[in-house]
C-alpha cells in the first residue's frame, strides 16, 4: 500500500499530547495558547505535542525520529500503556479513554501485541514454550498453541530450535523468538518498539527482508518505531517523522525522499539508500511516452519488471536488457511504463533535496 486507503483506520490518533510532569493538562492549555516546548518545562515535559494520524489495515506504519524525539511515547499511547494527556486514541472503533481496565486488558491481550529492543524470554524454558506463552495468556489449549508457536517459529528460521534454550542461542535468534511470540497472538496490531536495533547490521537486514516477507503473506497493522531512516524507509508503506514531540511529515518513503517537509526531514535523506526504497513505477516514464524506437527495442526483447520492484531488483535487468526495460502492474503482465538507462542511474545518484519552507504545513 503505498497511498492511504479508504478503508477504515485500525489506529486514530487525532489531536495528541502526552505530557509528563506536575501539571499535564495545564501544560497542553498553554501550547494550544501557542506557548513552546521549552516555555512550558516548568511544568512539565511535553513528550508528544499535537499528533494526528491514521493507521490502516495491513500497513507498516513507522515512527522514525532521533533519540527523544517522542517515537516510544506515542507508541505508548497507542494501547494506553501510558494514556494521552488529551486528544483522541482510537483503536479498532474502541476510544481508549471511554474503556475500563478489563475492557483495555482484553483489547491488549486479542488484539495488540508488542516487540520490543530488548525482548524478555523465560531463560528456562524452550524456544516453543516462549513462543507459545502470548497464546498461553489468551487461554488457548496447549497442543493449539505448540503447533501455532512451531508453525510462526519455522517462518522467522527457527525450525530446529524449538526444544533449545534461550540461552543456546545468539541475539538475533532471541530476538526472532521475540518476534515469533507476536506473530503467534494473532492479534490484528502489532507494535514494535526499535524492534531490531539491537541487532548487528546484517542481522538486522535479515530480519527486515523477513518481517516484509511474512508481513505480506499475514498483513497485519503494525507500527514500528525506528530511529534509522533506511530502515524506516525499507520497511514502511508510509512514516511519520518526529522531532522534539511533533509529527513533521507523514508520507510513503518515496515522499519522504522525493518531498521532504523541511530541512530537517531533508537531512536524513541524503543518507538514504535509494537502490532498497525507490521502486519501479516512482521512476518509469509512462506507457504513453514511449518513443517508436523504445518500443521496437521491447519487442525485441521485452525484458520487464514489476511495478513494485526496488531499484537494486531493476539494475540487473536493465544491464541484462542493454537498454530500456518493461514496466509491469503487479496484478496483471500488462506494460505500464518503461526504464531507460538514463533514467535509472539518475534515481539512483542522491540529490540535494529542495527545501520546503514551512513543515506544519506538509503534515
Ligand atoms: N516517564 C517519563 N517521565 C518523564 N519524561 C519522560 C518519560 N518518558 C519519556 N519522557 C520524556 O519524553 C521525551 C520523549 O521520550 P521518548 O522516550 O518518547 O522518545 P524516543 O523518541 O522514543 O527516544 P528513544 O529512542 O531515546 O527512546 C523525552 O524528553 C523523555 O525524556
Known sequence: MSEPNTAQPVIRAENVYKVFGKRPEAVVERMKAGETRQDVEDEGTAAVIDATFNVYPGEIFVVMGLSGSGKSTVIRTLNALQPATTGTVEVLGHDLSTLSAKELRDLRSKHISMVFQHFALFPHWTVVENAAYSLETQGVDKKVRYDRAREVLAAVGLKGWEDSYPSELSGGMQQRVGLARALAADTDI??????????????????????????????????????????????????????????????????????????????????????????????????????????????????????????????????????????????????????????????????????????EEAN
Not at 328 to 351: C, F, H, K, M, W
Open 190 to 359: 502489532m507494535l514494535m518498539d526499535e524492534a531490531f536495533s539491537a541487532l548487528d547490521p546484517l542481522i538486522r537486514r535479515e530480519m527486515q527482508d523477513e518481517l516484509k516477507e511474512i508481513q505480506d503473506q499475514l498483513g497485519r497493522t503494525i507500527v514500528f518505531i525506528t530511529h534509522d531512516l533506511n530502515e524506516a524507509m525499507f520497511l514502511g508503506d508510509r512514516i511519520a517523522v518526529m522531532k522534539d514531540g511533533k509529527i513533521v511529515q507523514i508520507g510513503t518513503p518515496e515522499q519522504i525522499l522525493s518531498e521532504p517537509a523541511d530541512e530537517y526531514v531533508a537531512s536524513f535523506t541524503a543518507d538514504v539508500d535509494r537502490a532498497r526504497v525507490l521502486t519501479a513505477d516512482a521512476i518509469m516514464i509512462g506507457e504513453d511516452s514511449l518513443t517508436a524506437s523504445d518500443r521496437e527495442a521491447f519487442e525485441r526483447k521485452a525484458l520487464t519488471v514489476k511495478s513494485t520492484a526496488t531499484l537494486q531488483d531493476i539494475v540487473p535487468v536493465v544491464i541484462e536488457a542493454n537498454g530500456p526495460i518493461g514496466v509491469e502492474s503487479v496484478d496483471s503482465n500488462q506494460r505500464i511504463g518503461y526504464i531507460p538507462l538514463g533514467v535509472l542511474l539518475e534515481a539512483l545518484t542522491p540529490q540535494r533535496s529542495e527545501v520546503v519552507p514551512d513543515a
